[in-house]
């Protein structure tokens, strides 16, 4: 893990770039921790961003820093495949993606070892340490982040949503996820259907799990289920101190 | 609306019993306003109880307490037609419900008269006022509760639940509430189909509405669940001090 140029502070959240190489690729990403952080145990949230966003995104960082400032937990996010400094300049990330769909399948498929070796990465920060930690991603977030949590025994509490699974189909990945979840569905979703939504709940293996739901467009989540998810993750990532 | 015997007072909650006559009817009820409370406005929580339970049944008074506790708030439950202090020595609600459909039926569309009149002798009490109100109740007390909100501009905020509608009904009471709502869904609900409760919550005209969806039967909702409604209560009730 490479750290890039000087780390950043705003009201008390330091925020550090960094590369990571993984197998062929270079993963960029950042990390979010208090300021002056003492080492020791913290609790860390993965975020992961939507479609045609970024790891900056402006509701990645309110969410990260969110995370820092109430909780004094850690979080990072990663540039999904084909996303954010990863995209070529002249090209958008529509274009990338549809160049060759095969491609981004297997790179989409790929991220989950991203995010693996982010982690063990992560882990190693003397202000991080091994706790316990979450992910958060909605949309594209959970097309790559579901697969994950469900090969990932180091997560403990996920936030996933936007996003829907055929209800006749076997749903490998949302049966093998078993930490508790909050899912979010917007009711009025119009890339992702409502029946599919619903599946994708009613298919996850977690005991714990909880569904909201709200009015609205696919973009249109309220304010306050990201005060949820915090919620969330103040729920399921305690660190005895 | 006369009072029954004496206050009784439990770590900052007073408690009284009431009975209000309403046509041929006397309406048991309960109303809970913190310790010593000064006169002046104060948010109000109408909780209609479920199916079988009564005005003090634990989970209306364990409800009615925290929102006097935690908010400031006053709160009052009556017992249902044919329930509570309303069944007779000698027979038991399920056997006084079947004795005549039709009866039953006629009973609890006067409900909501019994409600509209038990609000509006709250509303005279010093300690309570003209404020704003809210509306709590889960299966029978959604069943009572929906035309009720539907037809009573006073009622500023609900939580509803574990009640649905077919997918084809018109849905006329649904459609003419409007105030905020919290929805809650028990995924695996015995007695209430899911797409029925999906239909519900679909049909409800509220700008603002929040379907809180969890695993388990009709009468597993939460301990959580009763944290949000407080929570429901506390955003939209509020008074200018």
Known sequence: MDFIGEAQTSRGVTERRFDLKVDTEVVPGIVWTPENAEPGIRPLVLIGHGGSQHKRAPNVLALARRLVRHLGFAAAAIDGPLHGDRVPEGISVDELMQRSPEDTGRRFRAAREEWRETLTALKQLPEIGDGPTGYWGLSMGTVIGLPYVASEPRISAAVLGLMGIPADSRGEAARAVTC?????????????????????????????????????LHSSVPAFEIKASEDHFAKYLKVDR
Do not use: Y
Request: with cysteine; proline share 5%.
């Open 180 to 216: 508790p979840v909050l899912f979010l569905v917007q009711w009025d979703d119009e890339l992702i259907k409502r029946t599919d939504c619903l599946a994708l709940f009613d298919t996850l293996g977690s005991k714990e799990k909880t569904m909201h739901v709200n009015p609205g």
